[in-house]
C-alpha cells in the first residue's frame, strides 16, 4: 500500500499550484482522504479532507476560499487545487486515507514541499 504526494515546489506569494496524491494498492474510493502540512519547527495540521464520493468537503480557516480538495476515483488520485498561495503556506504537505468517517488516517504518503516566496 502506498500513497505518493506530488506537485510541490517553489511559487510566488499569489501563485498557485496543484498537489496529487496517487494511490497504488489502495482503492481510495473507499476512503475519506485528507490533506495535513508541517511548517519548519511546527505540528502537522490539518488542511482539508473529502469523502468517500467527494460530496463532502472541509477547510481549515486559513485555506477555505483559496483551496480545493478534490478526487477522482477512476484515477484512484485526491487533488489539492492551492490558490492565492501565502508565504504562511509554505510547509511539506501530506495526503492521507481514512476508513471511517472521524478518527485517526489509516494510510499517509510521504510529503511534497511547497515553498511560497513573498
Known amino acids: 500500500v502506498q500513497l505518493q504526494a506530488f506537485g510541490g515546489g517553489l511559487v510566488q506569494a499569489g501563485g498557485s499550484l496543484r498537489l496529487s496524491c496517487a494511490a497504488s494498492?489502495?482503492?481510495?474510493?473507499?476512503?475519506?482522504m485528507g490533506w495535513f502540512r508541517q511548517a519548519p519547527g511546527k505540528g502537522r495540521e490539518f488542511v482539508a479532507t473529502?469523502?468517500?464520493?467527494?460530496?463532502?468537503?472541509d477547510y481549515r480557516d486559513s485555506v477555505k476560499g483559496r483551496f480545493t480538495i478534490s478526487r477522482d476515483n477512476a484515477k484512484n488520485t485526491v487533488y489539492l487545487q492551492m490558490n492565492s498561495l501565502e508565504p504562511e503556506d509554505t510547509a511539506v504537505y501530506y495526503c492521507?486515507?481514512?476508513?471511517?468517517?472521524?478518527?485517526?488516517?489509516?494510510?499517509w504518503g510521504q510529503g511534497t514541499k511547497v515553498t511560497v516566496s513573498s
Open positions: 492521507a486515507a481514512r476508513g471511517k468517517s472521524f478518527g485517526v488516517y489509516d494510510y
Open positions: 494498492g489502495l482503492t481510495l474510493s473507499s476512503y475519506n
Open positions: 473529502i469523502s468517500r464520493t467527494g460530496g463532502t468537503t
